[in-house]
């Protein structure tokens, strides 16, 4: 079965410097992975996808994530963090089922420092 | 297109009262689902449907029933609220055409608390 491990309940950044939330995965096929985005009293946003092909996937808001099979990794990096960052983002990889549920990280909530 | 929309937003119930929440979709989607998010859990796949007439039991199904009468809406039922209950409720949906690689559109959130 498939599982994500956010690593780091919380991480905070000073406004302008690097973003890197961590999210390692396990599966036993080649994964569908997802990080999606919760402002404060929101639902839940696609931030991005990877699916097949470039292992480097670019997204909204200047995000990208990199998809590395040999670590099982798909951490999320933005180079200079903004204000408006500030959120609870998600990891998230596809199970493998009749109904394709997603199984979702326990969330990482980014502050940013000004 | 409103997307996902869910009623009520907010809603205090004392233990052992009965309530439904309502996820409307105006996507003509196939699939829908209900999570419930909790602190440092992430969140929990309660029920989802893969089709109108159809449900199935997600992670945590206990104390929950639901239903989907009409494609556009999915049902979620409380039939004797326990405080264990008290949770941010999710509903979310994704098209069957898309593939593997297709998004699951949310709602915004209903805020359950039970006393």
């Known amino acids: 079965a498939q599982s994500v491990t956010q690593l780091g309940s919380h991480v905070s950044v000073s406004e302008g410097a690097l973003v890197l939330l961590r999210c390692n995965y396990s599966?036993?096929?080649?994964?569908?992975l997802f990080w999606y985005v919760q402002y404060p009293n929101q639902g839940l946003q696609l931030l991005l996808k990877y699916t097949t092909g470039a292992t480097l996937v670019k997204g909204i808001n200047g995000f990208e994530a990199e998809f590395k099979k040999s670590e099982t990794s798909f951490h999320l990096t933005k180079p200079s963090a903004h204000m408006s960052d500030a959120a609870e983002y998600f990891c998230a990889v596809r199970e493998y089922s009749s109904a394709s549920k997603i199984i979702f990280g326990s969330g990482t909530r980014l502050s940013i420092r000004p | 297109n409103a997307g996902v929309t869910q009623t009520p937003k907010f809603r205090v119930l004392k233990t052992g009262q009965s309530m439904t929440l309502l996820c409307a979709q105006d996507?003509?989607?196939?699939?829908m689902y209900w999570y419930r998010q909790d602190p440092g859990m992430g969140l929990r796949l309660i029920h989802y449907?893969?089709?109108?007439?159809?449900?199935a039991k997600g992670e945590v199904p206990d104390g929950y029933n639901v239903s989907r009468l009409k494609k556009q809406n999915f049902l979620l039922g409380l039939e004797s609220a326990a405080p264990s209950q008290t949770s941010v409720y999710f509903c979310?949906?994704?098209?069957?055409?898309?593939?593997?690689?297709?998004?699951?559109?949310f709602g915004p959130g209903t805020r359950l608390t039970v006393l």
């Open positions: 996507m003509n989607h196939e699939y």
């Open positions: 449907s893969v089709g109108e007439g159809t449900t």
């Open positions: 979310a949906s994704r098209s069957q055409l898309g593939g593997e690689g297709d998004e699951q559109f």
């Open positions: 599966s036993s096929v080649p994964p569908y």
